[in-house]
């Protein structure tokens, strides 16, 4: 599936459609935190971004855009590889590495803004792993946490309706045991040093047939947490 990461049409168009909202919240929420002027062409010249399971790079590459230094991560060689390859067509630099969380805290690394885009809910150790993701934000630095809530609606929405009705993933792409409630997960970033900032819904609108931000966190929400 790692070609099809750019396809717009294809197995990703789920992500595709989700996009521009991720990326409005992240753009709103850092130019705030940082004092950044949110209608510059490039406000955050001079910050570095980490996407922690970065895939193709849908994400690491708007941000490479709008100024932030990125380093995007994911522990498939594929999608490195894919990502490495659309990067270079589009004439980007990006830092992009086939490695974990834990394996670039080893290393010592931090970063002005780390991305944690729907990645947690297919992490078998979620208290290690956010460990090792806080470890990798600078004091003063924000982490973004996209993931899905434990809910009936999200079994019914995110599991079986995207899943097996709608077919926008490939069956078993989510496992909803795994799926977090926010209160849980803003307990265990609290519990590696994180202040929570903000809890933000996202909404699918079936007449619109788009995404948008919403009070409404049964599904789809982000978390955005502050070190120090």
């Not at 490479?64 to 994911?74: C, E, K, N, Q, S």
């Not at 077919?167 to 202040?195: A, C, M, Q, V, Y």
């Not at 619109?208 to 978390?223: E, G, I, R, T």
């Amino acid at each position: 599936m790692a070609a099809e990461w750019w396809d717009p049409a294809g197995k990703f168009a789920p992500l595709h459609k989700f996009n521009p909202v991720r990326l409005a919240f992240i753009h709103s929420e850092a130019a705030a935190h940082f004092g950044r002027n949110a209608r510059a062409l490039r406000p955050f010249e001079g910050l570095s971004l980490l996407d922690i399971g970065c895939g193709g790079g849908l994400l690491s590459e708007p941000m490479t855009r709008l100024g932030f230094a990125v380093t995007g991560a994911d522990a498939s060689d594929r999608n490195i590889g894919t990502a490495r390859a659309h990067a270079a067509q589009s004439g980007l630099e990006i830092d992009y590495r086939a490695a974990t969380a834990e394996l670039l805290a080893a290393e010592g690394l931090s970063f002005d803004v780390v991305l944690n885009m729907e990645v947690v809910e297919h992490v078998a150790d979620v208290a290690a792993y956010l460990a090792a993701c806080t470890a990798l934000v600078k004091p003063g630095g924000l982490t973004f946490v996209a993931t899905m809530n434990k809910t009936l609606k999200s079994l019914a929405l995110a599991k079986i309706g995207a899943e097996y009705v709608l077919g926008w993933l490939p069956r078993g792409t989510h496992d909803w045991s795994r799926f977090i409630p926010p209160e849980n997960l803003e307990k265990s970033l609290e519990d590696t040093g994180l202040t929570i900032l903000k809890r933000q819904g996202v909404s699918f609108n079936p007449i619109l047939w788009d995404w948008a931000l919403s009070s409404d966190v049964d599904v789809n929400y982000m978390v955005v947490a502050k070190r120090g």
